[in-house]
């Protein structure tokens, strides 16, 4: 079938997930990319252009595009037993040994791990975990969950809720009423004249505090939030943010849910972002790099405490009556295992460390002066440059401008996918882990090109 084929049945049938639908559907948004292989670093699409994916798909593809070992691992088991399900106690080799990998290397004091889909899916579980853990051990009302504006959590009906985005979800009837917003932790916007970053923090957490005192702690049962803010704007804490927030929590009996999606499995440098900012996590979530998005998995890591409550709650309240049809997929698990021996072999959060600081540093530097930048920001390989029209001021551009997709549009045009971020002016970066320093040079010589031609 030829190309123009293809892009007329995808017009007519496709639904596109985050895509203006008229101006796709009148062309105006010309026509679908068609994206046929990959290789480390690079997409080509149908007409061979190449493209330098900066943002490792959606910052999944962590170990690059046509690893064979991961493709051979996910041939043999599709050959082997292409599916079973782990109802009623039913396993497979590559689910045991992924789940018992899981548990040993998650950050806290992990127990169990719920396989799902997507980290909208895992998410959900997480919301209904809270609920079932506060029915067992008798705080029916504890069932609140906090969450922070400019957090992305999914977008199905509770994880889009929890996602402090209301953009992603007008006029589609959330947010569900168990959800409840708090302040983002932002220095650069936040910040009050002469407040120093660790003062910022304790305000973020006595806001907290004095949210689910006004809330009631009884009527609350978890906090989730990203180690390192993602598609909010790529924003890491600001110092002493998790020193703060914790206590509150620990106060209130609030359980902490880390939403590793994006930060799991290397990006920051370290295995996980809980780590890397001393996070000790009740439940955690994981999607997008336990597979390098090879096969749609992702998990809830499920922490000992909770755990507990639900295997002594079981000869009153019966069997754990959750669980998908497609939970611990075999050849999911089999994709895992073969992605996590890259990610452990090659010692992929030492390269997001070492070539992370590496781009952190090439950012500034070629960033930071130029008269339309605010800030830029990022830890390991995730990071962020973002655009305003007064730097003295602090003024954001008329969002009519679309400064950051032009941007964006801008480094397309040159052979660089780097993302618009939703919210504000922001190109955002988050490069495969196993980028290189001279792959890192080419991104930001791209990245820098574009953002002088639309100046
Ligand atoms: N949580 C975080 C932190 C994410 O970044 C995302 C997706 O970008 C999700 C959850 C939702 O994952 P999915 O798109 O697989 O449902």
């Known amino acids: 079938m030829n190309i123009t084929e293809i892009a007329q049945k995808d017009r007519n049938a496709v639904l596109h997930p985050f895509t203006q639908l008229k101006d796709f559907a009148t062309g105006k948004l010309g026509d679908p990319t ?12 149908a007409y061979g252009k190449q493209l330098i994916d900066g943002f490792a798909g959606l910052y999944c593809v962590n170990v690059g595009y046509g690893r064979t070992e991961v493709a051979d691992a996910i041939s043999r088991q599709a050959h082997r037993l292409a599916y079973y399900h782990s109802y009623a106690a039913h396993t497979t080799d590559e689910l045991a040994i992924l789940s018992d990998r899981l548990v040993k290397m998650a950050p806290g004091k992990m127990s169990k791990v719920f396989y799902g889909m997507s980290g909208s899916d895992a998410n959900e579980t997480q919301a209904k975990l809270v609920w079932y853990y506060n029915n067992l051990r008798g705080k029916p009302t504890k069932k609140k969950i906090i969450s922070r504006e400019r957090g992305y959590h999914g977008c199905s009906v509770v994880s889009g809720s929890m996602t402090g985005m209301s953009f992603y979800h007008d006029h589609m009837d959330l947010p569900f009423s168990q959800i409840v917003h708090t302040g983002v932790p932002h220095y650069y916007w936040g910040a009050t004249p002469g407040e120093t970053e660790i003062e910022f923090s304790a305000r973020r957490a006595e806001e907290l505090d004095e949210l689910i005192e006004r809330l009631g702690p009884d009527n609350v049962g978890a906090f989730i939030a990203e180690p390192v803010l993602g598609t909010g704007g790529i924003t890491p804490p600001p110092k002493g943010y998790w020193q703060a927030i914790q206590p509150v929590l620990r106060k209130h009996d609030v359980l902490l849910i880390a939403d590793e999606v994006i930060t799991g499995f290397g990006r920051t440098g370290s295995m996980f972002g809980s780590l890397h900012y001393g ?13 390098s998005a090879y096969f ?7 922490g000992e405490k909770v755990y507990q409550v639900m295997e002594d709650g079981a000869d009153r309240v019966g069997a754990f009556s959750h669980g998908y049809t497609y939970s611990g997929h075999p050849i999911g698990a089999a994709a895992a295992n073969a992605v996590l021996d890259i990610v452990e072999t090659e010692d992929l959060p030492g390269n997001a460390r070492e070539v992370g600081a590496f781009f952190q540093d090439l950012m500034k530097e070629k960033f930071s002066q130029l008269p339309i930048v605010g800030e830029v920001r990022g830890v390991g390989l995730m990071g962020a440059v973002e655009f305003v029209a007064d730097r003295d001021h602090r003024k954001r551009f008329d969002p009519a401008l679309k ?3 032009r941007i964006s549009k801008a480094a397309r045009d040159r ?5 618009a971020m939703p919210h504000g002016d922001i190109l955002g970066f988050a490069p495969p882990l196993v980028a290189t320093k001279s792959e890192i040079e080419e991104i930001v010589a791209i990245a820098e090109a574009a953002v002088r031609a639309v100046l």
């Open 279 to 291: 996070i000790e996590p009740d439940l955690i979530t994981v999607a997008k790099g336990l597979t």
């Open 415 to 419: 052979g660089l996918i780097a993302r």
């Open 296 to 302: 749609p998995l992702s998990a809830a890591i499920v």
């Open 34 to 45: 068609i994206v046929e292989t990959g290789k480390g670093i690079r997409i080509q699409d």
């Open 403 to 405: 400064v950051g997709a």
